[in-house]
């Protein structure tokens, strides 16, 4: 049975129908796979990851698709750390661009690994924004 709207994660609902569709078919697959959890999010946003990257508070769509950080390059159980949407394999004029959508400061003197890790808590401030 398809997700309703409404069971959407937040930041997909501020996302373009195309981000909601590929979360809300994959969930559905591997809820079906898995059962209702943890791994079915999980699952999703994996698939939603190599094609979009969260900026701010919603998912917008990537140039190039493909894993956005070391742990979606790997296989289930694997070592690294998810980057919780920010496209880490991107190039670091890309994560520039994105951190200036995001007004983070210090940005042009930082290194990418801070870049990433500066989008990331813009993004998480962002999101506990829209929430309230």
Request: charged share 40%; proline share 2%; hydrophobic share 25%.
């Amino acid at each position: 049975m398809p997700k309703k709207n409404d069971d959407l994660p937040s930041t997909l609902e501020r996302s373009e129908k195309h981000a909601q569709e590929i979360w809300q078919k994959t969930h559905d697959s591997a809820v079906d796979t898995y059962g209702e959890g943890e791994r079915a999010h999980r699952t999703a946003f994996s698939a939603l990851k190599h094609s979009y990257e969260k900026v701010g508070d919603h998912w917008e769509e990537k140039d190039e698709k493909g894993p956005s950080d070391q742990k979606a390059e790997g296989t289930r159980g694997s070592k690294g750390e998810t980057k919780g949407g920010v496209d880490a394999n991107s190039s670091k004029a890309h994560l520039l661009d994105v951190a200036k959508k995001l007004d983070v400061r210090g940005r042009s003197s930082m290194t990418k690994d801070e870049l990433v890790d500066a989008i990331q808590k813009a993004n998480n401030r962002e999101t506990r924004k829209a929430r309230s």
